[in-house]
Nanobody, 120 residues
Framework: QVQLVESGGGLVQAGGSLSLSCAASGSIFSSNPMGWYRQAPGKQRELVAR???????RYADSVKGRFTISRNNAKNTVSLQMNSLKPEDTAVYYCNAEILTGSSAFGTYWGQGTQVTVSP
């Protein structure tokens, strides 16, 4: 059974920083890519950032230059450092991973979500 467990998030003032972490556990052969999505009230879930096992990254235009995604392949973890936060970054952030399990099953997995709130 594969699980993604997130930590971090919370409340911060505009201009501040937060860090999110996500650990994938279970029978994992590979997790590629891993990333973060977010969903604000009344809006669709959107990609924030994703990273491949080789280190290639992709960011939403709205977070480029402010957020940094990183991962530890050996530990199957992915992190998101968020700087210069804006009120419009307020959302529930979800960890996401495309995982090939030890039994050769492939699937998309999601964390439970963590709230990030940025006050003006």
């Amino acid at each position: 059974q594969v699980q993604l467990v997130e930590s971090g998030g919370g409340l911060v003032q505009a201009g501040g920083s937060l860090s999110l972490s996500c650990a994938a556990s279970g029978s994992i052969f590979s997790s590629n890519p891993m990333g973060w999505y977010r969903q604000a009230p009344g809006k669709q879930r959107e990609l924030v950032a994703r990273i491949t096992s080789g280190g290639s990254t992709r960011y939403a235009d709205s977070v480029k230059g402010r957020f940094t995604i990183s991962r530890n392949n050996a530990k199957n973890t992915v992190s998101l450092q968020m700087n210069s936060l804006k009120p419009e970054d307020t959302a529930v952030y979800y960890c996401n991973a495309e995982i090939l399990t030890g039994s050769s099953a492939f699937g998309t997995y999601w964390g439970q979500g963590t709230q990030v709130t940025v006050s003006p």
